[in-house]
């Protein structure tokens, strides 16, 4: 099994910044593709952003590209996703997931943490 950690939420204003990691623990002997998705209210989970297990490959919803990097540092077994001008309407439950390859499918990741809130006033 492995275990995800997400942390750095909190309430910004709009066109802040903020910086999530995710730690894994437990079964990390195999290195795995990073995913980071959301969810508001109401809504359902949707895509933000992921990188492959490597590092070489990543992937972005369009909504964020320009504005969101991930990055990884494997030996730490940590991803970050640096949020730079957020939005209010990046208002939501954000969490991080893993799994063998890339995707920017919700349903392909098998770990997954318990969520850090982002909240973005106007």
């Known amino acids: 099994q492995v275990q995800l950690v997400e942390s750095g939420g909190g309430l910004v204003q709009a066109g802040d910044s903020l910086r999530l990691s995710c730690v894994g623990s437990g079964r990390t002997s195999n290195i795995y593709a990073m995913g980071w998705f959301r969810q508001a209210p109401g809504q359902e989970r949707e895509f933000v952003t992921a990188?492959?297990?490597?590092?070489?490959?990543?992937d972005y919803a369009e909504s964020v590209k320009g504005r969101f990097t991930i990055s990884r540092v494997t030996a730490k077994k940590t991803v970050f996703l640096q949020m730079n001008s957020l939005k209010p309407e990046n208002t939501a439950l954000y969490y991080c997931?893993?799994?063998?390859?890339?995707?920017?499918?919700?349903?392909?990741?098998?770990?997954w943490g318990q969520g850090t809130q982002v909240t973005v006033s106007s």
């Open positions: 990188i492959s297990a490597s590092g070489g490959r990543k």
């Open positions: 997931a893993a799994r063998p390859f890339i995707s920017s499918h919700s349903n392909d990741y098998t770990y």
